[in-house]
């Protein structure tokens, strides 16, 4: 009996240390994640929005103008995050995200008067602006609680982001089957479901070194990469064979069941540290040891220890004075330091990144949001612009995790520049953009896969670079300015360039068919040269943008040649090793401290 009700206690105080575990903190993120990609799916529900208002091809990219803006701009959400805990923000993410969706999917089932168009860019605006707090709320705090591991963190995250728009599609189809507006209903309650769900457990802690850290990043990956297979799969044979609503149900039921399987992984992990600590009370002889060692290197005038005790000789250290917001805003500190909002943003290597992720994002996103009518007007069928948005989820989902994965690996082992990745990327864009442009037989099945894969691989790389060279203590705010490039660009060269080509190509050929437009219908374009010169700018944009990204490099090169992570390897050596617990007890003043050392 009393065996029993001791396994009880042990497992309730394992499932209470798993779920205020660092690990469940990463694992509602991906949950998190995964729900907060409806700016990508943009396509899916525009042409109902098109039909239902009337609105012509540049009224239709205005509105993906403010889509974009509202996604990306997130100075506002950076800055609550500065002052509040994580949960405030998710809770304002999850109320932008329902009141703005929900009002989109009452104007296009006529259950409100027709709004202004400038309502609906308000709108679409508010719901989209949801993704940056959600984004900063779990993402910022799960970088901060593994910074060693931030390009991997920033990969794996941002990768399910990526499939967010495959994983939305196999729910939509299983709970409303084709009813199409109701992807608008889905795209507003799931999200701010999911994001109150977790609102208390997303939370900063102290980062901690833990030997296996990478290791158990890999096994997320790996699930991922089986739920990306598995999406991709589906994506197959649903395009082949149709699909009953109770055969979706199945496969969406196969995708939930994968997006909870890091679950297991959270239990393994924390089983271990849990073993780890019961071993570490049960043998007190490594405090004794760390104990005594510390106490004579005390003695001595040498603590490098893992806790810096307080002595007379630490409080005759020179203080470093911290640096005010208003104050050295053009003399920053070397690359690497804690910059403040405005050294960083004046920094001309923020201003470099920046110009290059405003033409590379910007192009990519342009050629996303535009798939739709891309199929349509190069006389692909309506089965196939799903299955290009499909595509371009699931392999911008793979350009994330690459670029997260590799660019780290990379950068550890060769010392690799992060931001000559970034110039790779954009190169390669421009051949998917240069596909669309020439109309290469099924060319926008390629051009989908190329353009998912560069537009998922840049964002990691531009947060990573942005991290480490401006420091962690306002990567919230910096974050957000970071991705500010996205809706700049896509405004220049998605609704002044693209959007205004191809209604001037539209009202020519309507013009020579005899016809004009009345108010209120579509306008709609066919044949190749809709977009054609329209990418053809685009891709002489992207290709800028590589050349920019080149001076980065040079500028860099010798920053990234150095230990960039060292400094975040003795505060985490000061917090303690991951494996065990760290009690420390003591006074001010000149004091010692006994820590419980397992390792």
């Not at 082949?240 to 890091?262: C, D, N, T």
């Not at 290469?440 to 691989?457: H, K």
């Amino acid at each position: 009996m009393a065996v029993a009700v001791g396994n009880m206690f042990d497992t309730k105080g394992l499932i209470v240390q798993v779920i205020t575990g660092r690990w469940f903190v990463v694992f509602a993120s991906f949950l998190i994640m995964a729900a907060a990609g409806a700016t990508y799916m943009f396509s899916l529900y525009s042409g109902d929005i098109k039909r239902a208002l009337g609105y012509d091809q540049t009224t239709l990219n205005l509105l993906s103008f403010f889509k974009d803006l509202g996604g990306n701009v997130g100075i506002l959400s950076g800055l609550i995050n500065e002052i509040t805990p994580p949960w405030v923000v998710l809770a304002m993410g999850s109320v932008l995200n329902f009141f703005g969706y929900f009002m989109i999917w009452l104007a296009i089932t006529k259950r409100i008067p027709k709004p202004h168009v400038w309502h609906m860019c308000l709108y679409i605006c508010i719901g989209a602006n949801s993704q940056s707090f959600a984004n900063t709320g779990s993402l910022v705090t799960c970088v901060k609680n593994f910074p060693e591991s931030r390009g991997v963190v920033l990969g794996i995250l941002k990768g399910y982001v990526g499939l967010s728009g495959a994983i939305i599609t196999q729910l939509y189809f299983a709970f409303y089957y084709n009813d199409s507006r109701s992807l608008i209903l889905l795209i507003a309650w799931l999200p701010a479901a999911i994001s109150f769900a977790f609102l208390r457990t997303i939370r900063y802690m102290k980062p901690v070194r833990q030997p296996n850290e990478l290791s158990v990043f890999y096994k997320f990956l790996y699930i991922s990469l089986g739920l990306a297979g598995f999406l991709l799969l589906m994506i197959i044979v649903q395009k082949k064979v149709p699909f009953s609503q109770s055969e979706y149900g199945v496969s969406a039921g196969v995708v939930l069941l994968l997006l909870f399987l890091p679950l297991a992984v959270v239990f393994v992990e924390q089983t271990k540290i849990r073993r780890s600590q019961k071993l570490a009370f049960i043998d007190p002889s490594p405090v004794k040891i760390v104990a005594e060692r510390e106490l004579l290197e005390s003695a001595n005038g040498n603590s490098n220890s893992l806790s810096v005790p307080i002595s007379k000789s630490n409080i005759n250290a020179p203080v470093v004075e911290e640096t005010r917001w208003w104050q050295k805003v053009f003399s920053p500190p070397p690359r690497g330091e804690d910059y403040t909002i405005l050294q960083a943003l004046f920094s001309l290597d923020m201003i470099l990144l920046f110009f290059a992720g405003t033409c590379g994002v910007g192009g990519t996103l342009t050629a996303i949001d535009n798939l739709g009518q891309i199929g349509t007007s190069l006389g692909y069928p309506v089965t196939s612009i799903s299955t290009f948005v499909s595509l371009v989820s699931i392999w911008n989902y793979l350009g994330r995790v690459f670029s997260g994965f590799v660019s780290e690996h990379f950068l550890q082992k060769y010392k690799f520049p992060r931001p000559f990745m970034l110039t790779l990327t954009l190169l390669l864009s421009c051949v998917g953009h240069l596909l669309i442009a020439f109309n290469v037989r099924n060319g926008l099945y390629v051009a989908s896969v190329i353009i998912g894969f560069c537009f998922g691989a840049q964002w990691p790389l531009v947060f990573a670079i942005i991290s480490e060279l401006f420091g962690l203590k306002y990567y919230s705010t910096l974050y957000n300015f970071g991705g500010v490039a996205s809706p700049i660009g896509l405004y220049v060269l998605n609704v002044r360039v693209t959007g205004h080509l191809y209604d001037k190509e539209a009202l020519r050929q309507l013009a020579a068919a005899g016809l004009s437009r009345k108010d209120g219908n579509e306008l709609t374009c066919v044949g190749a040269s809709c977009f054609k010169l329209s990418f053809i700018i685009i891709t002489a944009a992207t290709f800028f943008g590589a050349l920019i990204s080149l001076i980065l490099v040079a500028r860099t090169i010798k920053f990234y040649k150095g230990d960039i992570y060292k400094r975040y390897r003795e505060q985490a050596s000061h917090n303690g090793d991951g494996g065990g617990p760290k009690r420390r007890s003591g006074r001010t003043g000149s004091q010692s401290w006994g820590v419980i050392d397992v390792g």
